[in-house]
């Protein structure tokens, strides 16, 4: 394990984790399963997709839907 960076002032700072919406969990939720629905996945997918991710350390699964968009060649990722 590594130890966390030092702050400019020398103390090690803590883990911070992104804050979210009360009710994040519950609405991601939701979006996934229109998500999986072949029906409703026409009427919501062609700006909404899921992402899964491993965590590196807890090997932990994420799905996480996203919104998504190509400009100019780029794909524009925004949770």
């Known amino acids: 394990m590594s ?11 803590s883990a911070v ?5 009360p009710l994040q969990g519950l609405v991601n939720r939701v979006i996934r399963g ?6 409703l996945r026409r009427l919501v997918g062609r700006r ?7 965590g590196r350390k807890s090997g932990r699964r994420y799905a ?3 919104a998504c968009t190509r400009r100019t060649g780029t ?5």
Request: glycine share 6%.
């Open 48 to 54: 909404l997709i899921t992402v899964y991710l491993v």
């Open 34 to 39: 229109l998500l999986r629905s072949p029906l």
């Open 64 to 66: 996480v839907p996203v």
């Open 3 to 13: 130890k966390p960076n030092p702050a400019p002032d020398g103390q090690p700072t």
């Open 17 to 21: 984790r992104a804050q979210t919406l």
């Open 75 to 79: 794909l524009l990722v925004g949770t």
